[in-house]
């Protein structure tokens, strides 16, 4: 099994290193692609932190990445994958504007294939227009993105233990939530993990 993940400079740190490495305990191929670029170009990860007498987070250097695959490559064969993962971080606030990062993402739901988008990761669907009529949670900034985009934004007080199922798309409003988001994700693409009994 493969699924695709939307990545570029300035996503969440935490956002792409556990998702991938939950594909990768699963045995579930996980493909990062970033437009213009190709395998082995490296995209730059942060850390958003929420530090006492900020009035929002502030951003610190997160950890290199190299790409594993090649946009274009993987763009143009999307029937090989089971499922999406958009991240978030900051990626999302410009990769909205590029045609070729939106059609993927309508691909995805024109299919109706699993897709799990977390935190800013909803202002790529939100531009993409696949959000009319959907319920889904989201980092509380990206609210508006939602609702203008025709969706229903689902408040959550805690981030750490809440994730919305809508459908095929599940999503989440910040990286403290990645675990719960991934087994609904998991769930979603039909990969069942047994645990042994106590």
């Known amino acids: 099994m493969k699924v695709l993940m939307l990545a570029g400079d300035a996503i969440e740190d935490y956002e792409l290193y556990a998702p991938l490495k939950a594909m990768e305990m699963l ?8 437009p213009d670029k190709k395998e082995g170009d490296e995209i730059h990860a942060v ?17 290199p990445f190299p790409l ?4 274009a490559d993987c763009a143009s ?6 499922g999406l993962i958009v991240p978030g971080g900051r990626f999302p606030e410009y990769q909205r504007c590029d045609k070729r990062v939106l059609d993927i993402v309508r691909a995805f739901f024109r299919d109706n294939k699993p897709v799990a988008a977390l935190c800013h990761g909803l202002q ?3 531009a993409a227009g696949v959000l009319k009529g959907r ?3 989201a980092f509380p900034m990206c609210q508006l993105d939602v609702e203008n985009a025709g969706g229903k934004y689902v408040d959550f007080e805690a981030f750490s233990k809440n994730v919305h199922v809508d459908d095929n798309l599940v999503s989440a409003p910040a990286y403290p939530a990645i675990g719960v988001w991934l087994k609904e994700f998991i ?9 042994p009994q106590a």
Do not use: M, W
């Not at 594993?68 to 946009?71: V, Y």
């Not at 064969?77 to 089971?82: E, K, M, P, R």
């Open 187 to 195: 769930r979603l693409l039909g990969v069942e993990v047994k645990l």
């Open 27 to 34: 045995g579930i191929q996980c493909d990062v692609v970033c």
């Open 135 to 137: 319920e889904c949670s």
């Open 47 to 63: 850390l958003h932190v929420l530090e006492p007498g900020y009035q929002t987070y502030s951003e610190k250097p997160g950890h």
């Open 77 to 82: 064969n999307l029937d090989q994958y089971a």
């Open 124 to 126: 790529i669907l939100a």
């Open 68 to 71: 594993p695959s090649t946009f």
